[in-house]
């Protein structure tokens, strides 16, 4: 098992630049970038749950074989499990509208990366780290709760209020208007990437860092991408409104 850690590891990280960098030149074609040329295609929904389930089951299955099970363990597995709980079960069958096709073979490099990232996390979380009750009170555990809080608050958020835009208007696009969309193009990206840092904020730990790496590396580009595309859609796209990060970019 330690070696299949390690791997993962290593293959997170390396997965982190080249996507980084890929992105920047390559669009993922899945939501408003989807196009042909990409082989065959499943529901969204379905794809989401297919891709994304690895991850609450490896780190439950991880959780359940540790033998040390106190508080700050506890609270790590809510954590994880408040996201991809919603985001494997709820989110993909509450999305209004269009329930567009996602290609296959996303799904599966998806799938594979949240395989590794599942193993990495949960045993090395779990099984690697020992956390004992007085981490409660670092000041990383502290701040990483408060910035995954936030963040899960500001991802959830965004997602909603997408979600009942395509509810109003479930074949064209439209400008979101309001809350964070008045500062940038992709608070649910803001969001999430701010969730992942205080996951690696408060479990001090290398696949924490890992996943926060890769979480900036796939969704950084992807806002920016977002955002160039809403400025060419729309006319009337509001000048001052950045992509991911308040007043910066």
């Known amino acids: 098992m330690i070696s299949l850690y390690n791997y993962s590891l290593i ?8 996507v980084f960098v890929l992105l920047f030149f390559i669009s993922a074609p899945y939501g408003k970038f ?34 040390q099970k106190n508080m ?11 996201h991809y709980i919603h985001r494997t079960f709820i989110y993909p069958f509450r999305q209004s509208g269009r329930d567009k096709a996602y290609p296959v073979i996303l799904v599966v490099m998806a799938f594979l990366f949240n395989c590794m990232n599942g193993l990495a996390n949960g045993y090395g979380v779990f099984i690697l780290r020992h956390y004992e009750n007085s981490w409660l009170l670092s000041w990383q555990f502290i701040m990483g709760v408060i910035f995954f809080i936030a963040g899960f608050y500001i991802n959830k958020t965004a997602d909603e209020k997408l979600r009942k835009l395509r509810a109003g208007s479930p074949q064209e696009y439209v400008i979101p208007q309001g809350w964070l969309f008045r500062f940038i193009s992709s608070p649910h990206y803001f969001g999430e990437i701010i969730e992942w840092g205080g996951w690696a904020l408060a479990t001090w730990s290398i696949p924490g860092l890992a996943f926060f790496i890769f979480a900036f590396a796939n969704l950084f580009p992807r806002a920016i991408a977002s955002h160039k595309w ?20």
Do not use: N
């Open 230 to 249: 809403y400025r060419s859609y729309f006319l009337g796209y509001p000048e001052d409104r950045k992509a991911i990060i308040p007043f910066v970019i």
């Open 11 to 18: 293959l997170i990280f390396s997965f982190a630049i080249i």
């Open 72 to 82: 700050p363990q506890m609270i790590f597995l809510i954590c994880w499990l408040s």
């Open 34 to 67: 989807l196009r042909k040329g990409w082989g065959r295609t499943i529901k969204s929904k379905w794809a989401w749950l297919l891709m994304e389930v690895p991850s609450p089951l490896l780190m439950a299955f991880f959780f359940v074989i540790s033998k």
